[in-house]
T-cell receptor
Framework: EAQVTQNPRYLITVTGKKLTVTCSQN?????MSWYRQDPGLGLRQIYY?????VTDKGDVPEGYKVSRKEKRNFPLILESPSPNQTSLYFCASSLDWAWGLGGANVLTFGAGSRLTVL | SQQGEEDPQALSIQEGENATMNCSYK?????LQWYRQNSGRGLVHLILIRSNEREKHSGRLRVTLDTSKKSSSLLITASRAADTASYFCATVLDTGRRALTFGSGTRLQVQP
């Protein structure tokens, strides 16, 4: 089944304890992105990747790191989590970014990772 | 303010009724997409409409796009309890940013 898989789905951690949220897609997609969703603020992009070894900042990159060493994986790293990073995180992928230029490819989202930082 | 503002923020209807949600945006767009999110779950793509299209159908969904008014609407006909979800429009704010920007969403509650 074509899908985007995120892990963990739920995590409670403490301030300063490094954590990684993994994201993997099995659709050979070039474009991958991380969003966070907060009440009243909607979905905001954290980082995106156009292809292997190509990553760039989104709207809210502070406190996060990403890497894209393989096409299928795009982990989100919180080096020193803080309570304001408590949120629902989504990984998404697309065949390419052609939708941004009028193409018809769309984003496929993972099921989400609910992170609580105490 | 955010690109893609939905209206209303919340909508409650009875099963069988139609639900209409509106989305406004501020810049020129190549296409506009609608997504659905069940409570706390991932978003699922519903329909994409290109800037040169005025109307598009998919099953019980009908999307319209008025580029002169910079607005789009999503109509769900003959709604079912299973349609209860949040619905988001999404556009590309700036092609240089490689991001799909989502609106704040409309929460739809369909009462059985």
């Amino acid at each position: 089944e074509a899908q985007v898989t995120q892990n963990p789905r739920y995590l409670i951690t403490v301030t300063g304890k490094k954590l990684t949220v993994t994201c993997s897609q099995n659709m050979n997609h070039e474009y991958m992105s991380w969003y966070r969703q907060d009440p009243g603020l909607g979905l905001r992009q954290i980082y995106y990747s156009m292809n292997v070894e190509v990553t760039d900042k989104g709207d809210v990159p502070e406190g996060y790191k990403v890497s894209r060493k393989e096409k299928r994986n795009f982990p989100l790293i919180l080096e020193s989590p803080s309570p304001n990073q408590t949120s629902l995180y989504f990984c998404a992928s697309s065949l390419d970014w052609a939708w941004g230029l009028g193409g018809a490819n769309v984003l496929t989202f993972g099921a989400g990772s609910r992170l609580t930082v105490l | 303010s955010q690109q893609g503002e939905e209206d209303p923020q919340a909508l409650s209807i009875q099963e069988g009724e139609n639900a209409t949600m509106n989305c406004s945006y501020k810049t020129s767009i190549n296409n506009l997409q609608w997504y659905r999110q069940n409570s706390g779950r991932g978003l699922v793509h519903l329909i994409l409409i290109r800037s040169n299209e005025r109307e598009k159908h998919s099953g019980r969904l009908r999307v319209t796009l008025d580029t002169s008014k910079k607005s789009s609407s999503l109509l769900i006909t003959a709604s079912r309890a299973a349609d209860t979800a949040s619905y988001f429009c999404a556009t590309v704010l700036d092609t240089g940013r490689r991001a799909l920007t989502f609106g704040s969403g409309t929460r739809l509650q369909v009462q059985p």
